[in-house]
Antibody, heavy 116, light 108 residues
Framework: EVQVVESGGGLVQPGGSLRLSCAAS????????MSWVRQAPGKGLEWVAN????????YYVDSVRGRFTISRDNAENSLYLQMNSLRAEDTAMYYC?????????WGQGTLVTVSS | EIVLTQSPGTLSLSPGERATLSCRAS???????LAWYRQKPGQAPSLLIH???SRAAGIPDRFSGSGSGTDFTLTISRLEPEDFAVYYC?????????FGGGTKVEIK
């Protein structure tokens, strides 16, 4: 069974940092692009970033470029999102998802709250 | 970026009825690279349709997608209890990937 499980969310002050992790299982992780998508409380979905199988290509939404870094460890079947200089508007549920275009498997998400 | 506008915002229907959801793009979606997702309350989204009209693995045939260019439609032929949820369209033909604002299908 394909499964992705996020972790690492929590409460952080504005300007702070957080690193999200996503553990993948049930598929050949190294063969897939992976993505992060977020959803602010009560709002819609926003794509955040994605990464190619070998990390040679990484793409970000404008609002996080320069502050967030996506990475992966294929040996550990893990995806990461390093989030720096966090702002109140980054408060959201962060989902890890398999794919580059359509996203066919999603985790349950990890909640990030940016507040003083 | 491509802006996706979904309508209506809310659809009030009864179980067994047909639902028709619209997604309009601000410019043509390259190669009709459009997907639909269902998000049940308190859950993550799940893929229903990709490439405008291809059902994802395990998705029942009551779900169908159609359209091209800038106008796309998701049709649910007969609503089941689990279909009362929020639906999102997403384009992946042009970076950045973008989602529509969602249509909520509620029980009438």
């Amino acid at each position: 069974e394909v499964q992705v499980v996020e972790s690492g969310g929590g409460l952080v002050q504005p300007g702070g940092s957080l690193r999200l992790s996503c553990a993948a299982s049930g598929f050949t992780f190294s063969s897939y692009w992976m993505s992060w998508v977020r959803q602010a409380p009560g709002k819609g979905l926003e794509w955040v970033a994605n990464i190619k199988q070998d990390e040679s290509e990484k793409y970000y939404v404008d609002s996080v470029r320069g502050r967030f870094t996506i990475s992966r460890d294929n040996a550990e079947n893990s995806l990461y999102l390093q989030m720096n200089s966090l702002r109140a508007e980054d408060t959201a549920m962060y989902y890890c998802a398999r794919g580059r275009g359509w996203l066919d498997s999603w985790g349950q998400g990890t909640l990030v709250t940016v507040s003083s | 970026e491509i802006v996706l506008t979904q309508s209506p915002g809310t659809l009030s229907l009864s179980p067994g009825e047909r639902a028709t959801l619209s997604c309009r793009a601000s410019q043509s979606v390259s190669r009709n690279y459009l997907a639909w997702y269902r998000q049940k309350p308190g859950q993550a989204p799940s893929l229903l349709i990709h490439s405008a009209s291809s059902r994802a693995a395990g998705i029942p045939d009551r779900f169908s997608g159609s359209g091209s260019g800038t106008d796309f439609t998701l049709t649910i032929s007969r609503l089941e209890p689990e279909d009362f949820a929020v639906y999102y369209c997403q384009q992946y033909g042009t970076s950045p990937l973008t989602f529509g604002g969602g249509t909520k299908v509620e029980i009438k």
